[in-house]
């Protein structure tokens, strides 16, 4: 367990404070940090020990940690930092769509709702899974 307090201490500090030049500040870190790590410390805690399962449901926590910070990234952008957007997509049939916050933003904010959505919807499960 020692190793999983550690490993997080480390990880919360060197990503947060950019140690290192910033190495353990990016997509995969993150992924790790906010995926694997917990997971793998709360079955260890329960279980007292890993097994399969647990390596396969931190591999799910990671790339949907790293799913979350891929779609949210540009979404962050456009929110906090864009302050106008101009132009048009042109189609291949010769119409065109405008360029705006929302074009941009969008549809990978509806992606990060239904995300959570599928993530309570497999807690649910998985709960259900476990009590009958």
């Known amino acids: 367990m020692l190793l999983f ?3 997080g201490a480390f990880i919360a500090l060197a990503y947060n404070l950019e140690l290192f030049g910033g190495r353990f500040h990016g997509g995969i870190w993150f992924a790790l940090a906010w995926g694997a790590l917990p997971v793998l410390a709360t079955f260890f805690a329960a279980a007292r020990g890993l097994r399969a ?23 962050r952008l456009v929110r906090r930092q864009v302050r106008t957007v101009s132009g048009r997509i042109e189609l291949a049939d010769g119409s065109d769509l405008p360029v705006t916050g929302e074009t941009l933003a969008g549809d990978p904010e509806r992606a990060l709702r239904l995300l959570s959505a599928a993530v309570v919807a497999l807690a649910l499960a998985l709960v259900l899974v476990r009590v009958t």
């Open 53 to 75: 399962e647990a390596a396969f449901a931190a591999v799910f926590a990671t790339l949907l940690s790293y799913v979350q910070r891929v779609l949210s990234t540009p979404v």
């Open 5 to 7: 307090v550690g490993a």
